[in-house]
């Protein structure tokens, strides 16, 4: 590689990682990929270490902990959804205005979607916070396993204000196309979380040992910051936006154009969550070693999955802004590219499972001859078979729902889910009596239906015609 080449690619990195503005209705699409990519995957990649941090150090309280900890993301994946969805929504609202040089509704698109979550959370925060330990015996826990891991499920039910408005407000930075205080935010609070993390779950200092609350308590903290890092920057004006406080005001023109937007958004991404809660349980039923091993093997994979995601919500933000100046063969293309290089990287992190995946369970499981060593291994070897599929079809849902058209995702999602993946599962682990790996076999199975289907109906062109 010639130096001048070497200069121009390390030229467009940072210009990636320090948020330059750009405008991604002109020039290069792959230039336009890597802007906005190399921080959507940092900031996805951090949102997994919450996982992955967690999951290291609370294996240590053992098995229980480990199985309340799955359960309680598996239920908690709802409140994800919810903000997911409006983090879709104010994406693709907020890059249609940036598409069309509308600088000043972008903003006020951003401001309103704030308030719809903070709608939101106040509906969805007192009913698990109430409910913890009635949720966590309706997923089948053990009853001494609840009584250790209560106050986990409320802390994370009762933080839901900060899951949202993480979600939401980096949705808004990246349809102004700013991703990299998307990435930033995520960086600080993760950073927090992982220094937290071990002081308040085994203590240290005049800081006693809280246990698996403790856990709940960092990621919280985390976050916490990590919201008020990404407010500091909305209200100051960084980048392309700039929210006004005052008059902080609902108006119900643009809360009525994201609620059409977030409703079947939050209900696709609440289809495929519930989805993974029928399987936690499923698997929970034979015992908390297959659960926590299940559970062990999910936040391994989240680790490489939500890279894969940042990937493809660079498709999203791309998809908006040329809709939004008029330019839909550009906004096609760039989701063709975009998914050939996610299905390129899926397919060598399956290779990776395949040849190193021992090596990584046993990193996180010391007792290498335990249950649950064993039935985190063949998870972790099954449901990464379906890694390329995975990657495709995550690019093109995430494509719909920058243009708008979040309901085709959804039908999506509930056929794959609904009639295909929790129907093989059951029948696999109950009927054919083959217990956890049933389960285990249904996800890859569902995601190659999920990914054929979308691209079906990507070809058909409906999306270009949505109306933000």
Do not use: C
């Not at 407000?169 to 071990?198: E, H, K, T, V, Y």
């Not at 090596?359 to 064993?374: C, G, K, P, R, W």
């Not at 009927?431 to 285990?440: D, E, Q, R, Y």
């Amino acid at each position: 590689m010639s130096s001048n080449k070497f200069n121009r690619y390390l030229k467009v990195i940072v210009a990636s990682l320090k948020g330059e503005e750009h405008d991604f209705t002109q020039g290069s699409l792959r230039t336009a990929i890597v802007l906005l990519a190399i921080p959507m995957i940092l900031e996805m990649m951090m949102e997994s270490v919450f996982a992955v941090v967690d999951i290291f150090f609370v294996n240590k309280l053992g098995p229980e902990a480990t199985s309340i900890v799955g359960l309680t993301e598996s239920v908690i994946t709802i409140v994800y959804s919810i903000g997911i969805g409006l983090s879709a929504a104010a994406t693709a609202m907020v890059a249609r205005r940036i598409g069309e040089k509308n600088r000043r509704e972008a903003s006020e698109s951003g401001k309103q979607a704030i308030v719809l979550g903070l709608i939101v959370t106040v509906l969805i925060s007192i009913p698990g916070l109430v409910f913890a330990p009635n949720i966590l015996r309706l997923m089948g826990a053990e009853e001494h396993a609840i009584a250790m891991g209560a106050g986990y499920t409320q802390w994370m039910f009762g933080s839901s204000l900060v899951i949202i408005m993480l979600f939401l407000i980096n949705g808004i930075f990246r349809g102004a196309g700013n991703a990299a205080i998307a990435m930033q935010s995520l960086w600080l609070a993760n950073i927090i979380n992982i220094i937290l993390d071990p002081i308040f779950i085994f203590g240290w200092g005049p800081v006693p040992a809280m246990g698996l609350e403790g856990a709940a308590i960092a990621t919280v903290t985390g976050r916490g910051i990590g919201v008020l890092f990404q407010l500091y920057h909305l209200l100051r004006g960084s980048g392309m936006l700039r929210i006004e406080i005052r008059p902080f005001l609902p108006r119900w023109d643009i809360i009525r154009g994201l609620v059409k937007i977030a409703s079947p958004a939050a209900f696709q991404f609440m289809i495929a969550s519930a989805s993974w809660i029928v399987l936690a349980a499923l698997v929970a039923r034979y015992g908390s070693d297959a659960s926590a091993g299940y559970q062990t093997a999910i936040r391994i994979l989240l680790f490489f999955i939500l890279p894969a995601w940042g990937l493809s919500n660079a498709a999203a933000t791309l998809v908006g802004q040329n809709l939004g100046a008029g330019l839909p063969a550009r906004a096609e293309q760039s989701v063709v590219l975009t998914a050939t290089y996610n299905a390129v990287f899926m397919a060598s992190v399956t290779v990776f499972f395949l040849v190193f995946g021992k090596a990584v369970i046993q990193f996180f499981i010391e007792d290498h001859t335990s249950a649950q060593y064993t039935y985190a291994l063949e998870a972790i070897r099954i449901m990464s078979a379906g890694y390329i599929f995975y990657g495709i079809g995550m690019v093109v849902t995430q494509a719909f729902n920058g243009a708008g058209d979040t309901r085709t995702p959804t039908m999506i999602n509930f056929v794959g889910f609904w009639l295909f993946q929790i129907p093989i599962a059951l029948l696999m682990a109950l009927v054919l009596n083959w217990g956890p790996t049933g389960a285990f076999l249904a996800i890859p199975i569902a995601e190659m239906f999920i990914a054929i289907a979308g691209i079906i109906l990507f070809r058909s062109g409906r999306w270009k015609t949505i109306a933000v």
